[in-house]
């Protein structure tokens, strides 16, 4: 069972540069989301899709796009990448919204 | 921004001992979830409480969603080098998204 799979692990882009980070899970789950977490910030959900073709805001939205190509697979794209974007990112599924979810290993992204 | 206090932050352990670690909120609570996460990997889902005064097991683990449904507990027994990593808890409101707090950290004590 690979669960939710995040692409790719580990990342480095140069201020100004975009990228696409992809996401996809097996669990026929309805809701995904994306967190990104900061040392002594825990995770802070940046955007997520309650159910096929539905995207909303989280708490942190700003530079970041979604799209939810699917039921199983959900996009994060940062158009135009910034040092404050440097953090590691998590991808999540539930079944439906809000209840337990299961987290992809991250990406790890460095904006220099 | 984040609603839920987590306590302690850091915490040493020692092989054998037992080990509690909390969440508070102002607000009430639905479902609270605890979950681990170690260096490199993504978090991984522990217990998952949704009653108030609900008591549930996972092994040596063990949490509570408490009577006023503005906190949880963590409590795990003997502790076992492998118990070291983040702890997160995470909380929802009737309304509203997850919340998760800023994690403890378990280290094994030098």
């Known amino acids: 069972n690979a669960g939710v799979t995040q692409t790719p692990k580990f990342q480095v882009l140069k201020t100004g540069q975009s990228m696409t980070l992809q996401c996809a899970q097996d669990?026929?789950?309805?809701?995904m989301y994306w967190y990104r977490q900061d040392p002594g910030m825990g995770l802070r959900l940046i955007y997520y899709?309650?159910?096929?073709?539905?995207?909303d805001k989280g708490e942190v939205p700003n530079g970041y796009n979604v799209s939810r190509l699917n039921k199983r697979e959900f996009s994060l794209r940062l158009e135009s990448a910034a040092p404050s974007q440097t953090s590691v990112y998590f991808c999540?599924?539930?079944?439906?919204?809000?209840?337990?979810?299961?987290f992809g290993q991250g990406t790890r992204l460095t904006v220099v | 921004g984040q609603q839920l206090n987590q306590s302690p932050q850091s915490m040493f352990i020692q092989e054998g001992e037992d080990v509690s670690m909390n969440c508070t909120s102002s607000?009430?609570?639905?479902?609270w979830l605890w979950y681990k996460q170690d260096p490199g990997e993504g978090p991984v889902l522990l217990i998952a409480?949704?009653?108030?005064?609900e008591l549930t097991s996972n092994g040596r683990l063990t949490a509570q969603f408490g009577i006023t449904r503005k906190d949880s507990f963590l409590n795990i027994s003997a502790s076992i080098p492998s118990d070291v990593g983040i702890y997160f808890c995470?909380?929802?409101?009737?309304?509203?998204?997850?919340?998760f707090g800023k994690g403890t950290k378990l280290s094994v004590k030098p």
């Open positions: 999540a599924s539930m079944r439906v919204v809000n209840t337990e979810a299961f």
């Open positions: 669990m026929n789950h309805n809701s």
């Open positions: 899709s309650a159910s096929e073709g539905t995207t």
């Open positions: 607000s009430i609570f639905n479902t």
């Open positions: 409480l949704y009653k108030a005064g």
């Open positions: 995470a909380g929802r409101r009737s309304q509203g998204n997850l919340i």
